[in-house]
């Protein structure tokens, strides 16, 4: 079994900044491409970074230049580092990462369970 643990969430003022982390463990072979979404009050979820294992990294054009995806592959962790925070930017929070479980050979994608993001005005 593979569990996913998130934490780093939280309540920040507008122009704060929040560091969310993401870990991996159990029955693990191999991860591969690792990625954060998020989804807002009566939105639907939305993919806003990713990175691939050799570290390219890619953004939605909202969190471009104020947030920042990196990855520890030894300790299967995924990291968003969270600057000059917005109210839009409200959301829950999830990492994802596609993992090839011990005894297996196609790549999972595993989810964390959420963590909750809340920017005041």
């Known amino acids: 079994q593979v569990q996913m643990a998130e934490s780093g969430g939280g309540l920040v003022q507008t122009g704060g900044s929040l560091r969310l982390s993401c870990a991996a463990s159990?029955?693990?072979?191999?991860?591969?491409?690792m990625g954060w979404y998020r989804q807002a009050p009566g939105k639907e979820r939305e993919l806003i970074a990713d990175?691939?294992?050799?570290?390219?990294?890619k953004y939605v054009d909202d969190v471009k230049g104020r947030f920042t995806i990196s990855r520890d592959n030894v300790k299967k962790m995924v990291f968003l580092q969270m600057n000059g925070l917005q109210v839009d930017d409200t959301a829950i929070y999830y990492c994802?990462?596609?993992?090839?479980?011990?005894?297996?050979?196609?790549?999972?994608?595993?989810w964390g369970e959420g963590i909750s993001v809340t920017v005041s005005p």
């Open positions: 990175i691939t294992y050799e570290g390219a990294t």
């Open positions: 994802v990462m596609n993992i090839v479980p011990n005894h297996g050979n196609v790549g999972l994608d595993y």
């Open positions: 159990g029955s693990i072979f191999s991860v591969h491409a």
